[in-house]
């Protein structure tokens, strides 16, 4: 399993990034897919997911509204759409699958939002 996040950056407060996610060595197109993000100093913590077809997503509180996912299987890929961004949302992104009850982790891809 490789997942590969690309698309991070600075941008400032107000701005809009597109994070991609590039998937291989599983069947793409037969899972769900995640986003998480790690602020410094903080934890991990659960951004959003998108179910194996893309016909449903769930965020968290903290970017509904804001952030969008979506997914492309004929390319096997997902996308994470951050719009209206905050300093808070600045961390590492990072996407993630679930196989057979182990998760696998991209490498990160690091937002900076600044004021």
């Known amino acids: 399993v490789q997942l590969q996040a690309s698309g991070g950056g600075l941008v400032q407060a107000g701005g809009s990034l597109r994070l991609s996610c590039a998937a291989s060595g599983f069947t793409f197109s037969a899972v769900g897919m995640g986003w998480f993000r790690q602020a410094p100093g903080k934890e991990r913590e659960f951004v959003g997911q998108?179910?194996?077809?893309?016909?449903?997503?769930a965020y968290a509180d903290s970017v509904k509204g804001r952030f969008t996912i979506s997914r492309d299987n004929a390319k096997n890929m997902v996308f994470l759409q951050m719009n209206s961004l905050k300093p808070e949302d600045t961390a590492v992104y990072y996407c993630?699958?679930?196989?057979?009850?182990?998760?696998?982790w991209g490498q990160g891809t690091l937002v900076t939002v600044s004021n």
């Open positions: 993630a699958v679930e196989i057979t009850s182990r998760r696998y």
């Open positions: 998108i179910n194996w077809s893309g016909s449903s997503a």
